[in-house]
């Protein structure tokens, strides 16, 4: 499945996102992985996330908008909303893409963002340049009437 059918297929939350992580333990250390597209599908059907990933504490958010572990609610029966909540601007979506590692989808997401945040100061700047045009197009014009009043009043005076 491609980052666009995920993408496309549950929308912008947490099963699509490429910083969904499931923790493994071995020994003392602990290493985090992408979740794969057969684990997010799984979740998505509604498997107990302690089926797919040996302990349903073993999953996070690796930019820690939520984390699993510390979470206080019922969470077999919260786990869909959990996974599948569009979070809109509060969180640093970014899609999953099989095969990539954390680092570069975090700089990708980070330009992305900067990407989002430059247009809207273009989009401003626009705004701020045609507002200024109109007042230059206005200012044109009144001198302009000036002009042509000073114009006809010299040239046709005011009958006394």
Same mark, same amino acid.
């Given at each position: 499945?491609?980052?666009?059918?995920?993408?496309?297929?549950?929308?912008?939350?947490?099963?699509?996102?490429?910083?969904?992580?499931?923790?493994?333990?071995?020994?003392?250390?602990?290493?985090?992985?992408?979740?794969?597209?057969?684990?997010?599908?799984?979740?998505?059907?509604?498997?107990?996330?302690?089926?797919?990933?040996?302990?349903?504490?073993?999953?996070?958010?690796?930019?820690?908008?939520?984390?699993?572990?510390?979470?206080?609610?019922?969470?077999?029966?919260?786990?869909? /909303?959990?996974?599948?909540? +569009? #979070?809109? =601007?509060?969180?640093?979506?970014?899609?999953?893409?099989? &095969?990539? @590692?954390?680092? !570069?989808?975090?700089?990708? /997401?980070?330009?992305?963002? +900067? #990407?989002? =945040?430059?247009?809207?100061?273009?989009?401003?700047?626009? &705004?701020? @340049?045609?507002? !200024?045009?109109?007042?230059?197009?206005?200012?044109?014009?009144?001198?302009?009437?000036?002009?042509?009043?000073?114009?006809?009043?010299?040239?046709?005076?005011?009958?006394?």
């Amino acid at each position: 499945m491609s980052k666009g059918d995920m993408v496309n297929r549950w929308g912008k939350c947490c099963l699509s996102c490429h910083f969904l992580l499931k923790r493994s333990y071995v020994g003392p250390e602990d290493h985090a992985f992408s979740v794969t597209c057969g684990e997010r599908r799984k979740l998505a059907e509604g498997t107990d996330p302690g089926e797919v990933f040996g302990n349903e504490r073993n999953m996070e958010c690796s930019k820690h908008v939520w984390d699993y572990a510390n979470l206080h609610i019922d969470l077999r029966r919260h786990i869909r /909303e959990l996974l599948q909540q +569009d #979070r809109g =601007e509060s969180c640093f979506f970014y899609p999953f893409a099989e &095969g990539m @590692f954390l680092p !570069a989808a975090v700089e990708l /997401e980070r330009r992305a963002a +900067d #990407r989002r =945040e430059a247009e809207r100061d273009r989009a401003l700047t626009r &705004g701020a @340049f045609w507002v !200024a045009f109109a007042a230059l197009v206005v200012s044109i014009l009144a001198t302009v009437a000036t002009l042509a009043w000073n114009i006809w009043t010299h040239f046709y005076p005011a009958t006394p």
